[in-house]
């Protein structure tokens, strides 16, 4: 079969009646554009200069303060082997001898008796003060305060006590008491100022000294009542 083309729908016979309807409708928006847009100066325009002003000022210095010269330092002569230095920087030769036993020992400081008085305070030792037979003879005079032994109180209590040199106790005072006021406190100052002391030394030699006594209240040292 004969293909053949309809002449209304063949685009070739329509083309070049289409394209110059194209161009010229192209050419018509360009005019329609130009014509629209406003006009554009393009003269040259006259810049106008701006003067500069550049001021120069001269920053005066920074004065320091002027510091006090150093005083010269005496030159020290130095001792030297060197022939070719004068004799005069030399050191000369002395002779220094220092006797010793001119020097006065240094005065022996005073013991604060006042100061051991007023309350304790802690004196370097080279053996503490000791009771006589120990803690045992504490013990031996301590007497158990009668209201705590009934309601079955124990405790601890830290006395301070003043041992001269002669190894008398003539101070007490209480360091750490027991807390509760049932006679703890006096019951203990009381037994150790009844033993005999073994005096502190220094250098072998007996001191006063304060000391502190840690006693210690139990009910199994206190013997049962007879009933």
Not at 35 to 63: C, F, G, L, N
Not at 102 to 112: L, R, S, T, V, Y
Not at 131 to 141: D, F, L, S
Request: avoid cysteine; glycine fraction near 4%.
């Amino acid at each position: 079969m004969k293909r053949t083309k309809i002449p209304q729908v063949d685009l070739k016979l329509k083309y070049r009646k289409t394209l110059e309807l194209a161009v010229i409708f192209s050419l018509l928006i360009h005019f329609g554009l130009f014509h629209a847009m406003p006009d554009v100066d393009v003269s040259q325009r006259e810049i106008k200069a701006v003067d500069v002003e550049i001021e120069v000022k001269d920053i005066p210095k920074t004065e320091h303060p002027k510091l006090p010269s150093r005083p010269a330092l005496p030159s020290v002569p130095i001792p030297t082997l060197d022939e070719d230095v004068p004799e005069d920087v030399t050191i000369e030769s002395t002779d220094l001898s220092l006797d010793l036993s001119e020097i006065p020992p240094p005065p022996a400081p005073e013991e604060g008796e006042n100061d051991l008085e007023e309350g304790y305070v802690f004196v370097p030792y080279d053996e503490p003060p000791v009771p006589v037979g120990g803690m045992a003879a504490i013990q031996k005079h301590l007497k158990y305060p009668e209201m705590a032994r009934k309601i079955g109180l124990e405790a601890r209590v830290v006395v301070g006590v003043l041992v001269d040199q002669k190894g008398n106790p003539v101070k007490t005072e209480i360091l750490k008491d027991s807390g509760v006021n049932v006679g703890f406190e006096e019951a203990a100052q009381a037994a150790v100022k009844a033993v005999k002391w073994k005096p502190a030394l220094q250098r072998d030699v007996p001191v006063k000294v304060w000391v502190s006594v840690p006693i210690r209240f139990t009910l199994e040292d206190v013997e049962k009542p007879t009933t």
